[in-house]
């Protein structure tokens, strides 16, 4: 008899937004007179539709499809060149980072780039984050058999490295002052959940760190065009030596409305070599060939038009409506005598839970009260525990709403 993998056992319980979204549903089914009414800012889920400009890329390269002279089937399965040649161009080296576009891998999205990139490390990686963290990355880990043992009364793998991340150390890790022995370091700033950005020279401190200790970072920056202090990195490759220690992925998802349209990209640096001098672009190289036959032509010119002037004016303001709608709900919050954090540079609010109750009591309360949905902070490590995350995703009338109905309580 065959066995399934074993490691997909021990993970505990289901993926989280899958979790909240089943108790969406079962509320709604058991109070089918209020669910129409149900305020959802939990998944970071965007709602304005696609900028006009990726629109109209959409409808060309579709029309480019309906015709035997300008038809393609499958795409080259690391990127068209118009697109990493002008990613290439207009995220890194605009800003003064040395990223050429052979390094630079299209995908259909960071998700499965966060989940799969820990396949190109040994077996006996052991990666390090920061708690609380996005749930892929671990899962995926986890999934692969690299994580040890769940201690459930903690909710921490054995072989996981964690860096709490709470209002103390204003949710950002610093390096270990010593060699932690870690190989793999994942990093997400602007942060998801806690809001929380990352200046230039504490970025500085963790690529000196994974220089100096042979470790690599994977530096997930999806939420980068939310930041709007010039002072703020936008890109690891903005920081020395990134170059020989960082990998990093990126979203058209946030930044122009992909959620469901899905790209995304991943920089693998030809400097970044292990203890034997392999190259880790290659292994990516390899892998993107061997499993992935590339993102559909419409979707690879809709992400080349998010770049052209238009697109960049379009999904500008769109990322100031979201904003505008984090800042509504940060003061409102506030206003109501919430703690709250993030929100500024970052389209995710984390704010504290009040006293004596849990992030899923939290959860509850608001949805069976006053039918709003968070995420529960605790869903996303153990540190997250006692907060809850909104997110600015929603429209400007359900993040007026949720603050209404939150201050009403
Ligand atoms: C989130 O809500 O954390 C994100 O939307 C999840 C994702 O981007 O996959």
């Not at 793998?157 to 610093?174: E, L, Q």
């Not at 693998?268 to 292990?274: A, E, G, I, T, Y």
Request: proline share 5%.
């Amino acid at each position: 008899m065959f066995k399934a993998n074993e490691n997909y056992l021990k993970l505990p319980g289901n993926y989280l937004f899958s979790t909240i979204a089943s108790r969406i549903e079962a509320y709604g089914k058991a109070n089918p007179d209020k669910a129409a009414s149900i305020v959802r800012l939990g998944i970071g889920d965007v709602t304005q539709p696609l900028a006009p400009s990726i629109v109209k890329a959409l409808h060309e390269a579709v029309d480019e499809m309906a015709d035997a002279a300008t038809f393609r089937g499958y795409a080259p399965d690391l990127g068209y060149d118009f697109l990493r040649e002008t990613i290439a161009r207009c995220d890194f080296e605009a800003r003064g980072a040395e990223i050429h576009p052979d390094e630079v891998f299209v995908s259909d999205g960071a998700k499965s780039d966060s989940a799969n990139i820990q396949e190109i490390f040994s077996d006996d990686a052991r990666i390090a984050v920061c708690d609380p963290v996005y749930p892929v990355y671990v899962d995926s880990n986890v999934m692969a058999g690299r994580t040890g043992t769940y201690d459930e009364a903690t909710g921490l793998w054995s072989d996981v490295t964690y860096m709490p991340c709470t209002s103390d150390n204003g949710f950002i890790a610093d390096p270990p002052s010593t060699d932690a022995d870690i190989s793999l370091i994942y990093l997400c700033f602007p942060n998801n959940p806690t809001g929380a950005v990352i200046s230039r020279p504490r970025l500085q401190a963790w690529v000196d760190y994974a220089n100096e200790h042979g470790a690599v970072i994977v530096y997930d920056a999806a939420y980068e065009a939310y930041i709007t202090d010039p002072e703020l990195p936008h890109s690891i490759y903005e920081c020395d030596g990134a170059r020989s220690c960082a990998i990093e992925i990126r979203s058209f998802s946030k930044n122009a409305g992909f959620t469901g349209t899905r790209l995304g990209y991943t920089v693998v640096p030809r400097d970044l070599k292990d203890e034997n001098g392999v190259a880790l672009r290659d292994l990516w190289a390899r892998r993107h060939g061997t499993k992935f036959n590339g993102a559909p032509y419409i979707v690879q010119r809709a992400g080349e038009a998010v770049y052209s002037e238009a697109g960049q004016r379009e999904t500008r303001e769109q990322i100031r409506y979201y904003m505008d709608n984090a800042h509504v709900i940060l003061d409102g919050l506030t206003a109501a005598g919430f703690q709250v954090f993030g929100g500024v540079n970052a389209p995710y609010i984390w704010l504290k839970v009040p006293d004596g109750m849990s992030s899923w009591e939290f959860f509850d309360m608001l949805l069976e009260r006053v039918q709003v949905v968070g995420t529960p902070g605790s869903g996303f490590g153990p540190s997250g525990e006692g907060y809850f995350r909104l997110t600015a995703f929603g429209s400007r009338e359900s993040a007026l709403e949720a603050v209404r109905r939150i201050k009403s309580l």
